[in-house]
């Protein structure tokens, strides 16, 4: 069974740029999750998916940060503009249902310079 | 708010000593709690779960956990370390009403020979 993909695996921006983050999650997997791993921390969850639809994105800073997954499969979360702080890496998880294991994705380490 | 606390970010042991990580936890209700995995430029791998059916778990290589309520610890243990048991931990646990994972900081486990 294929795992979660993402992609690029590294990404490196210059500040007041924008960058956008790929997700595919394990197949038929229907809860869909976006983290922020700053170096030194835990992750930190941004964004989740239900199918195609938001169930928690208190975390998500709106001002620059977007997401989306349109037909309830993939998935984009897009920054724009960056800030030097948004270093770190995303990590894509995707689970069958709410209740269930999440699985994780290898990550995408972005460095904003 | 639902909460973990890894105690120390760094931890030192010899090849085949006991491996011991804390982690204590703050709910208001009986909590899931995690333990998770992530080795250099990987993604987090699901070591043990806790779902209250059992105060101690066994989980993969070699790992275990005990549930604690009256210490409301989650402390993770395994017997002998092994060199690639080299890796970050996280514990986490789980908040019932959003479904999301909220993480510790992280302990940094390195293995001497």
């Known amino acids: 069974e294929a795992g979660v993909a993402q992609s690029p695996r590294y990404k490196i921006i210059e500040k007041r740029q924008s960058v956008a983050f790929w997700c595919n999650p394990i197949s038929g997997h229907a809860t869909l999750y976006w983290y922020q791993q700053i170096l030194g921390q835990g992750p930190k969850l941004l964004i989740q998916f239900q199918n195609n639809g938001v169930v928690d994105d208190s975390q998500l800073p709106k001002d620059r940060f977007s997401a989306e997954r349109l037909k309830g499969v993939d998935s984009t979360l897009k920054i724009q503009p960056a800030k030097l702080e948004d270093s770190a890496v995303y990590l894509c998880?995707?689970?069958?249902?709410?209740?269930?294991?999440?699985?994780f994705g290898q990550g995408t380490r972005l460095t904003v310079v | 708010a639902q909460s973990v606390t890894q105690l120390g970010s760094h931890v030192s042991v010899s090849e085949g000593a006991l491996v011991l990580l804390r982690c204590n936890y703050s709910s208001s209700v009986p909590p899931y709690l995690f333990w998770y995995v992530q080795y250099p430029n990987q993604g987090l791998q699901l070591l043990l779960k806790?779902?209250?059916?059992?105060?101690l778990v066994k989980g993969i290589n070699g790992f275990e956990a005990e549930f604690k309520k009256s210490e409301t610890s989650f402390h993770l243990t395994k017997p002998s370390a092994h060199m690639s048991d080299a890796a970050e931990y996280f514990c986490?646990?789980?908040?019932?009403?959003?479904?999301?994972?909220?993480f510790g900081s992280g302990t940094r486990l390195l293995v001497r020979p």
């Open positions: 998880a995707s689970s069958a249902d709410m209740n269930t294991e999440a699985f």
């Open positions: 806790y779902t209250s059916a059992a105060t």
């Open positions: 986490a646990v789980r908040e019932d009403s959003s479904y999301k994972l909220i």
